[in-house]
C-alpha cells in the first residue's frame, strides 16, 4: 500500500494530504473515504478514524501548531438568550448585565447552534455567525450579550459577546440528568 503513507503525523493519499493523526485516532476528510484507506488506517495501523469535513482545506491552508501536527479543532456552541428573558437583559455589554442582573447565567440562554467549524478564532467566529451561517443554525446574527463555548473532550471556555470583542466568563451549563442526552433548542 505504497499509496497509503504517513509522515510527520500527515496522512498521505496518492500524494494528498488527506488527514493527520491525533492520539490514537486518524481525522480524515471524508472526500477521501474509501474502503482501500479506512482499511489501512483500522486494521494495518490500529487506528479509529474520524471522518471530518474540512480537514483537507485546513491542512492545504496551513493551519498546523508549532510541532508540525495539524491544529485541532474544538467545536463550538452558541447560546444567545431565550425569548422569555427580561429584554432589557438582550443586547448589553457585559459591564452592565452583571450590574443589573448579575453574571450571565446559562439558564437563560438557549443552544442555537452546536457543531464544528473551520477556526477556532473568536473574531473569525464572530464574522461566521454573522455572514455566513453554517448549515444548522437557528439564531439571529452573533450579536452583543450572546455567548460562544469552545470544548472538546477535555473541557470548554465560555466567551461573552461583548461591545468589542469578547469577554471569558464562568458560564456552566445547566447539569443533564444521568443517563440522559444533552438536549437543544434548535
Not at 111 to 125: F, K, M, P, Q, S
Not at 127 to 148: A, C, E, M, R
Amino acid at each position: 500500500m505504497s499509496n497509503i503513507q504517513i509522515r510527520s503525523n500527515r496522512i498521505l493519499y496518492y500524494g494528498n494530504i488527506a488527514g493527520y493523526l491525533s492520539r490514537e485516532k486518524a481525522v480524515v476528510d471524508p472526500m477521501f473515504q474509501t474502503d482501500e484507506l479506512e482499511s489501512y488506517l483500522t486494521e494495518k495501523r490500529g487506528l479509529e478514524v474520524d471522518w471530518k469535513p474540512g480537514t483537507f482545506e485546513r491542512l492545504a491552508a496551513g493551519t498546523i501548531d508549532p510541532e508540525g501536527n495539524a491544529s485541532l479543532l474544538k467545536r463550538c456552541r452558541v447560546w444567545q438568550l431565550a425569548p422569555e428573558v427580561d429584554i432589557m437583559m438582550k443586547f448589553i455589554s457585559y459591564d452592565t448585565l452583571t450590574s443589573r442582573f448579575g453574571e450571565p447565567d446559562s439558564a437563560s440562554y438557549q443552544v442555537v447552534y452546536d457543531g464544528e467549524v473551520e477556526t477556532n478564532d473568536l473574531e473569525a467566529l464572530y464574522t461566521k455567525f454573522n455572514i455566513d451561517h453554517p448549515h444548522g443554525y437557528q439564531g439571529h446574527s452573533l450579536s452583543i450579550s450572546d455567548v460562544l463555548e469552545l470544548y472538546d473532550e477535555n473541557g470548554c471556555a465560555f466567551y461573552y459577546c461583548d461591545t468589542c470583542g469578547f469577554k471569558e466568563i464562568s458560564f456552566q451549563e445547566p447539569q443533564q440528568e444521568q443517563g440522559q442526552e444533552p438536549q437543544m433548542n434548535l
